[in-house]
């Protein structure tokens, strides 16, 4: 199944922030925030960190950098091909960044693949809900590629 991915990170080349996964079926949206840094870049400040919280109760999950990475081998190991799919290069860098959990130590799945889709015409900020929110890009992302909107 396909699972369509954002993030939001503390600007560019910054710490991941939150990551978002939504499945192309069902209803098992995947959301995590993780330990905000020190300093925080004032774009963000302004601009994604009021909407970090902006998810439904039950997935607003916070979480350590390696409890995330267990979150999401649990979250995949029931599916035999998982694809995740993102706009952005950053996304998938961030999302594969957090499968590893240490020095010679990352999450087990039985693989995966990425896409990255050209998106043009697409804007996460003009079309999510709560834009600059992982989970609400990442539901306007599977609007969008799934022809839903726009």
Known sequence: ??????????????????????????????????PLPDHIHPWVQQNVIPYLRFVPEGIDHQLSREEAAD?????????????????????????????????ANMITLNGL???WVNAAGFSSAANSRTPHNALH????????????TY
């Open 137 to 148: 890009d990442a539901r306007a992302l599977k609007d969008f590629c799934l022809g839903l």
């Open 71 to 103: 979150h999401i081998e649990a979250y995949l190991a029931h599916d035999p091909d998982p694809v995740i799919v993102a706009d952005w290069p950053d996304d998938l860098g961030y999302f594969c960044h957090l499968l590893v959990k240490g020095p």
């Open 113 to 115: 693949r990425l896409e």
């Open 1 to 34: 199944m396909r699972y369509f991915l954002d993030t939001e990170f503390n600007g560019f080349g910054g710490e991941l922030i939150s990551l978002a996964l939504v499945p192309e079926f069902g209803d098992q949206d995947f959301y995590v925030s993780l």
